[in-house]
């Protein structure tokens, strides 16, 4: 289950790597509640979500039955049964705004104490985390409850509920049938969203970075976006340009420093801890200096 995160945030927890809260000068690693589809425990548990939640049974379905399934519609009920019963075990919004609440330090061996009924060391191992000795938990009292509900839900429920995480992930990237099911699920019922953004437009932004609209895995960042950025650059953002703005920024940065060194509130100590972290910054600005090489990259319309 630790490798289905890595590679499709598909995890009855979830984790990342953070700034400690208690200790800004480290990082730590966070466990958190997961396994839902739905956006929130609120779509499964009040009336009001009665026809979201009949929609994503139907799409959960609709995938178990594209990828060839056994059972489909048997085992779609199941998962949509099984992520309900997650949801009755997870903690609110609201509870999750608590700041001291979701800070619960523990060694791995205490969390499969506190936690059992889930192999948190093999979870671990397999997101490349073996090594790991100290934890956070965010939300503590649903940890022993999800643990239980994964130890008692049948083999069969749970991989058909991994199987389906995978396509949904993988969804806006595939087919036809695939990416028309994930919009009309995410994009129109959850989102309200009239009409898909034609195929191309999605190809460009994955490629480049941006969001097509509905949560696609590789949109923020894009699978190639700084392989796109050379290209843009080389044609619209001549160095000259960036030249000037450089010089702009350069001539900014020499204005504070100034400003600084004439402020008369402020005492000489505090003068150069300013002028200290002025010179800490790196001018970023139009494109990298220095970028990856794609010209040995082979694109290939079947791969």
Same mark, same amino acid.
């Given at each position: 289950m630790g490798r289905e995160w890595l590679d499709y945030e598909s995890s009855l927890f979830s984790y990342g790597i953070e700034v400690d809260l208690k200790d800004p000068s480290k990082y730590a =690693?966070? #466990?958190?509640?997961?396994?839902?589809?739905?956006?929130?425990?609120?779509?499964?548990?009040?009336?009001?979500?009665? $026809? &979201? $939640?009949?929609?994503? &049974?139907?799409?959960?379905?609709?995938l178990l039955k594209l990828v060839a399934w056994p059972e489909a519609v048997a085992r779609a009920k199941d998962v949509v049964d099984f992520e309900t019963r997650v949801a009755e075990a997870s903690w609110t919004k609201a509870e999750q705004r608590n700041l001291d609440a979701i800070y619960n330090p523990m060694t791995v061996d205490e969390l499969a104490k506190f936690?059992?009924?889930? +192999?948190?060391?093999?979870? #671990?191992?397999?997101?490349?985390?073996d090594n790991l000795t100290r934890v956070i938990i965010a939300e503590k009292s649903a940890f022993p409850k999800l643990a239980d509900i994964y130890a008692k839900t049948p083999l069969e429920t749970i991989r058909a509920w991994h199987a389906f995480h995978i396509a949904d992930n993988a969804a806006p990237y595939l087919s036809k049938a695939f990416t028309a099911a994930y919009f009309d699920l995410h994009?129109?019922?959850?989102?309200?969203? $009239?009409?898909?953004?034609?195929?191309?437009?999605?190809?460009?932004?994955?490629?480049?970075?941006?969001? =097509?609209?509905?949560?696609?895995?590789?949109?923020?960042?894009?699978?190639?976006?700084?392989?796109v950025g050379q290209l843009y650059?080389?044609?619209? =953002?001549?160095?000259?340009?960036?030249?000037?703005?450089?010089?702009?920024?350069? +001539?900014?940065m020499a204005a504070y420093r100034s400003r600084i060194q004439k402020l008369d509130w402020m005492d000489d100590n505090t003068k150069e801890q300013a002028l200290q972290k002025l010179d800490t910054y790196t001018i970023k600005v139009g494109y990298p200096d220095h970028t990856r090489d794609y010209s040995k990259l082979v694109v290939r319309k079947d791969d």
């Open positions: =690693f966070y #466990l958190r509640q997961g396994g839902l589809g739905l956006p929130d425990r609120d779509y499964y548990l009040k009336p009001e979500f009665e $026809k &979201q $939640k009949a929609a994503y &049974q139907t799409y959960v379905t609709t936690a059992p009924g889930f +192999n948190w060391k093999g979870f #671990l191992g397999t997101a490349k985390m994009g129109k019922t959850l989102s309200g969203q $009239k009409e898909q953004q034609a195929r191309w437009k999605r190809a460009i932004t994955t490629v480049s970075g941006g969001d =097509f609209g509905v949560g696609d895995r590789f949109g923020t960042f894009g699978t190639m976006g700084f392989g650059s080389a044609k619209y =953002f001549p160095a000259e340009a960036k030249a000037k703005i450089q010089a702009l920024v350069t +001539n900014l």
